[in-house]
């Protein structure tokens, strides 16, 4: 159990985020398109950490956020979107969550050190 | 000696990935630009066998992208393109193709996630082969008129006809549909007679040649 769970429903996000954390020597737990999938997995596989887009399809990404968070043991949650207005600091604490940064702010490190993987396990 | 590649793409994280995967491939990434500016700037100082340039890039986020890859195949035509798309626009894939298929290629974003068919595209297009996505090809095939041309060909060579668009060689074709060699080939020259297409040696050729169909069908 541990690692990193990938949540976004564009299928080249989730291969080229995958490939950046295993070059940084972090574990990619499992990948899901949708919400259902995500806490799915989040149940099944436990993992450390859960990175988030905040548009999946129907749902939203701060509800699932809500419910990945009350899981036990809860994953840190990091939330990204290409939509800069999609989160704040205020929805990141109402959600128990640990992050959210723009796609266009998004890079490896960054990504790397909000998931908190690296020291964790 | 390592392909050299130059990406353009607007997030970093996924620049950083396109980046790595390449890599991987074997190949060396001379260059990363986050907007159409900045890759013509860097396809111009590094000369490099092939520029991956994703279609919606800034300053517009329109199609920037691929205003600067067609710019590129006019005043660097050494340089081979490969285009990344959200869509399977079937205007853009010909617009950037114009009158000429060689080194160039189109291709959907989600085919990152399948290494082999990307490093299989950047090597055709370096090469001065062409990569069309299949599902642009379907989408070609598949809004033709009634009395085509192309209901002369049967299954075996609509199959054929399919991976020639996209642009394979023939051996290319033979390990994909799993025939060999000479059954490809004798597919190839019945195409090419029930069409009316002149035989053109080389694969970008007869890939201008099928998208020229294609459009008049």
């Known amino acids: 159990m541990g690692g990193v769970l990938i949540v976004d429903d564009s299928p080249s996000f989730r291969a080229l985020c995958a490939r950046l954390l295993i070059a940084s020597g972090l574990v990619v737990a499992g990948q899901a398109a949708d919400a259902p999938a995500a806490l799915h997995l989040a149940r099944t596989l436990r993992p450390a950490a859960v990175v988030l887009d905040v548009h999946l399809g129907d749902a939203d990404g701060w509800q699932v956020a809500g419910a990945l968070r009350a ?10 979107s290409s939509d800069a207005d999609a989160g704040d600091d205020a929805l990141v604490r109402r959600y128990g969550a640990h992050g959210f940064v723009p796609k266009a702010e998004l890079d490896d490190h960054n990504l790397a050190a909000l998931l908190g993987v690296a020291d964790a396990e | ?33 986050g907007d159409a500016p900045d890759l013509l700037r860097k396809v111009a100082a590094h000369r490099p066998d092939v520029a991956i340039v994703d279609v919606q890039m800034p300053p517009d986020r329109t199609d920037d992208g691929l205003r600067a890859a067609i710019r590129i195949r006019r005043e660097h035509p050494e340089v081979g393109v490969l285009v990344l798309s959200q869509f399977s626009d079937e205007r853009y894939a010909l617009d950037l193709i114009g009158t000429d298929a060689s080194g160039v290629g189109y291709l959907l974003k989600d085919r990152v996630a399948d290494v082999d068919a990307i490093a299989d595209a950047v090597r055709r297009v370096a090469a001065g082969g062409s990569a069309l996505d299949p599902e642009v090809v379907a989408l070609m095939l598949g809004r033709r008129r009634k009395d085509s041309p192309l209901d002369r060909l049967t299954p075996r060579e609509r199959e054929v006809l399919t991976l020639m668009a996209e642009g394979k060689s023939n051996t290319g074709i033979a390990d994909a549909l799993h025939l060999s060699l000479a059954a490809v080939e004798k597919n190839v020259t019945r195409i090419f007679t029930k069409l009316d297409l002149g035989h053109e040696a080389g694969e970008h050729r007869r890939v201008l040649a099928v998208l020229t169909l294609l459009r008049a069908a």
């Open chain 1, 71 to 80: 899981l036990d043991p809860a994953p840190r949650v990091v939330l990204i």
């Open chain 2, 1 to 33: 000696m390592a392909l050299r590649v130059v990406i353009a793409e607007d997030q970093a994280l996924l620049r950083a990935g396109l980046a790595r995967l390449l890599a991987d491939a074997g190949m060396e990434v001379v260059g990363e630009a």
